[in-house]
């Protein structure tokens, strides 16, 4: 009986030239999103998590 | 809101950059253990340390011994301490002043005289994680011999305050093999990148949605209803993100450290029934729930009316355990009794099996089903009983 | 959500997710970001600004930031000209006062071009936040400046501000922007290792200097005013308003100029504002043998003390501190002697803060019901009534400072 074939990712199907700049731009990419969000997570974590209620008095 | 502080982000950079500069294993289990403990101090203070350290002595020392008797003993014990934290004013008020106020009053005063301000942070957690402990001591499990391993598995900050709810004989392996590792950019890309996943999820997300439902409640009854149902989208997802995200970061602070913790979530809004919904929902919790709850209390092994009356209890204590309130308890039992159904509708005569043609042919219904029911169980999980229910009413605009 | 472990490299290939070059794109994108911070602050963003309203302030999760505020007041004025900023509360901000109708335009009117007046006044803030930061801060690019606020009788002035706009403090504290002052410097100590504050004090120090180097609050404030918000606030709680750039939200200070007494003065709180009214100094003043009122000993060694080091001692002189009467609607309806203490806590405060080389003048006696839009905040005609005054005594202020060579 012969095995499954095992299928191949589209990324595997690449020329390994190819599928080296696709890693790179994708971690580089996945590397700079996650900068972002560290930048915005700093910036929320300074606000208070409650708004100033002003009341006049 | 632990990881979302400057000291957390701060601490946590250091911890990791000083546990993979150290060259030993045993200086860098030192070092994480030095980094818990000043974690732990920092957001507890110490009214919160001392129950942890207590009943951390006592739990160590009930699975050296490896006597049954100890292991019992000290399991009660951690869980009398969880109560007492936890549920002695909510039980006071529920079960003792409709019958005798006064009395109420009294055991109300001095309960709250002994207490700390707040409950011992993460309380619910080292207490699962004790029990789950001593409960596999008991029936056999190889106790853990090093104290700072001990204490390692008691208080790891990435999973102390919310989660994962670790089993031991996994910690401890991947803890050893983080201690022996080299760092890998690979391993500590994958942290950071789960850090920013969750910190996307809960910060830009979930933080969003919870203003905005707070901003709609109010006028819940009053909005039309395409915008109640909005809220209602809003609610579910606000709490995936929120835990989810809060999981995937303590996920990735451990893989950080090269450790491996249990995933939590696994996209339960694409759960098909009632049943698979709970093995992608906080899956530390519920895995917990059945192993050391439903299953000790016969599970499914006695009939399907004993299986549903001990899953009916399991999910009461599952709604307990997330707070100290008569709609925990509610939302527990109703998922209970959704579970209940899933399990025996199919008995059902003529109509049950019909059913089950219908979901079988078309698993849109019976997801669009699973979803329905778990997203009005929000209600539930978020306001008291009798606000749940108007709005459930809202909803379907009666 | 569950993630699936990375698939092993099959016949040489890489996998996708490469560890090194993520580390690479996290290092680049921070310093990107940390440019784009720099370059945010360094130009105005607010073409139309006149105050720091309701929906642009702290109430709205808006939080400015000093570099925000600085480049406000570089776009407007010359250092050759006297800068004027006001800070204080919101009576000084001119709630009840129109944009068009506020009370600084009229003073900015009144001393002419030689002089530039900025509106930095904080709803709920004390005279030592938000805008006396900034003035510290602009010391050297516009060393000819006056800074006004106000206060009631019988208050103390804090080095370190109020709580709410304390972030402003911090980031020029830390960023080595303001003066080095003993006591100052002694107050911050004081309040960051206070026992009280050990869970804010490492959010504090690590939330400056990493906005030092990263300079996140720049970039995202600019962001949300510009571009798109992403904080919901009671302003804007939902999509699509909550994505609004914060630019298009509008002042809309209502007019108090034509309410009627019953909607000045709401007869529903009308005892509740004269206790607070005769709360201003009834703690604070005893009464004498002989008729009259004295300050009780140990409040008036406490004030002195705090008006000497709520300022750096050189930034007195130029600092006018306002103390103001609330609206003889009320103030008719006190008792002699109670009017009395409240004329003494006025006149003491003014005589205290002169003392301690400060300009300091009251207002509000020759003031009328119809100047005041409540009990204590100003209508139009009582605004420019108030800058008038207010524009005499900075004349003089520039005059004594040597600023008019």
């Known amino acids: 009986m012969n095995a499954p074939e095992k299928s191949i990712s589209w990324f595997e199907q690449l020329p390994p030239p190819v599928a080296r700049l696709v890693a790179i731009a994708f971690s580089l990419l996945v590397g700079g999103a996650v900068a972002v969000v560290l930048h915005y997570l700093l910036y929320r974590v300074g606000l208070p998590s409650r708004p100033f209620i002003y009341v006049a008095f | ?398 | 959500m569950k993630t699936t472990a990375s698939v092993p490299p099959t016949h040489g290939l890489p996998t996708i997710f490469q560890g090194r070059w993520f580390f690479v794109g996290l290092a680049l994108g921070l310093i990107f970001m940390s440019g784009l911070g720099r370059r945010a602050a360094r130009s105005d963003y607010h073409p139309n600004f006149t105050r720091f309203f309701p929906a642009i302030s702290p109430e709205a999760s808006y939080y400015p930031t000093v570099d925000e505020m600085c480049a406000i007041v570089r776009a407007r004025c010359r250092p050759d000209q006297v800068l004027v900023i006001v800070g204080g509360n919101s009576v000084l901000q001119g709630v009840w006062q129109p944009a068009d109708l506020m009370w600084s335009r009229r003073l900015q009117e009144e001393l002419g071009e030689r002089y530039c007046v900025i509106n930095f006044a904080l709803r709920g803030a004390t005279p030592t936040d938000g805008g006396a930061v900034v003035a510290e801060v602009l010391r050297r690019e516009y060393p000819r400046q006056i800074y006004i606020a106000n206060e009631k009788a019988a208050t103390g002035l804090f080095p370190l501000g109020g709580q709410t706009y304390r972030s402003i403090f911090w980031e020029a504290y830390f960023k080595g922007r303001l003066l080095s002052d003993r006591h100052r410097n002694e107050w911050v100590r004081n309040e960051l290792t206070d026992r009280q504050n050990w869970a804010m004090t490492p959010e504090i120090v690590g939330s400056a200097w990493l906005d030092d180097v990263l300079r996140f609050h720049d970039f995202w404030n600019r962001l949300s005013f510009e571009k798109f918000n992403t904080v919901p606030s009671l302003f804007a709680p939902a999509p699509p308003a909550l994505f609004s750039p914060r630019k298009l939200f509008t002042d809309e200070e209502p007019d108090g100029t034509n309410l009627t007494l019953d909607q000045r003065y709401l007869p529903a709180v009308r005892e509740t504002e004269m206790k607070i009214l005769r709360g201003t100094t009834i703690l604070a003043y005893a009464p004498v043998a002989g008729g009259g009122w004295q300050m009780k000993a140990g409040l008036r060694g406490q004030l002195d003390n705090v008006y000497e080091q709520a300022f750096p001692a050189s930034l007195h002189r130029r600092t006018l501190l306002l103390v103001g009467r609330d609206s003889s609607f009320f103030r008719h309806q006190l008792t002699a002697e109670e009017l009395n203490r409240d004329e003494q806590g006025i006149h003491d405060m003014v005589t205290m803060l002169r003392a301690h080389g400060y300009a300091a003048m009251d207002y509000g006696a020759d003031f009328t019901d119809e100047d005041y839009a409540d009990r204590t905040h100003l209508a139009p005609v009582g605004g420019q009534k108030l800058a008038d005054a207010v524009a005499r005594e900075v004349r003089s202020m520039a005059e004594g400072l040597d600023y008019l060579k």
């Open chain 2, 1 to 398: 809101m632990i990881f979302t502080t400057y000291w957390f982000l701060l601490f946590a950079a250091l911890t990791v950059a000083g546990f993979w500069l150290l060259p030993r294993p045993g200086w860098r289990r030192w070092w994480l253990a030095a980094a818990c403990v000043a974690f732990h101090a920092h957001f507890a203070g110490p009214a919160g340390v001392i129950p942890i350290v207590v009943l951390m002595v006592l739990t160590y020392a009930a699975g050296r011994s490896r006597r049954p008797w100890a292991c019992v003993v000290a399991m009660i014990t951690c869980v009398a301490a969880l109560c007492f934290y936890k549920y002695a004013l909510f039980l006071i008020g529920s079960l003792v002043a409709p019958l005798s106020p006064a009395l109420a009053e009294v055991l109300t005063r001095n309960t709250m005289a002994l207490m700390p301000n707040a409950p011992p942070l993460a309380v619910s957690f080292f207490v699962f994680e004790f029990v789950h402990y001593l409960f596999e001591v008991r029936r056999g499990g190889e106790p853990i011999r090093s104290p700072l391993d001990f204490l390692l598995f008691a208080i790891f900050f990435p999973s102390l305050v919310a989660g994962p709810i670790k089993r031991y004989t996994q910690f401890l392996p991947s803890l050893a093999s983080a201690v022996q590792a080299r760092a890998e950019t690979g391993e500590l890309a994958e942290g950071m990148r789960r850090i920013g996943l969750g910190f996307f999820k809960k910060v830009v997300l979930a933080d969003n949605l919870t203003l905005y439902i707070e901003a709609g409640q109010p006028h819940f009854g009053a909005d039309g209803l395409g915008e109640r149902w909005l809220l209602l989208i809003a609610m579910a997802l606000r709490i995936l993100l929120d835990f989810s995200g809060y999981s995937d970061i303590a996920i990735g602070s451990a893989r950080l450290l090269g450790v491996r913790l249990p995933e939590n979530f696994n996209w339960p809004y694409a759960a098909r029934n009632l049943q698979d919904f709970w093995q992608r929902w906080h899956i530390s919790l519920t895995s917990w729930i059945r192993d050391y709850v439903y299953i000790p209390l016969g599970g499914n092994r006695h009939g399907p009316l004993r299986r549903v009356g001990n899953g009916l209890f399991a999910f009461a204590l599952c709604g307990l355990w997330h707070g100290p309130a008569w709609h925990f308890i509610v939302w527990g039992v109703y998922h209970g009794v959704g579970l209940g159904i899933c399990a025996t509708y199919t008995r059902v005569p003529t109509a049950g099996p019909a059913l089950a043609r219908v979901f079988q042919k078309e698993p849109l219904a019976g997801w669009a089903l699973t979803q329905l029911y778990a997203w009005v169980g929000w209600l539930l999980f978020f306001y008291p009983v009798s606000e749940a229910w108007q709005m459930a009413r809202q909803l379907f605009g009666l």
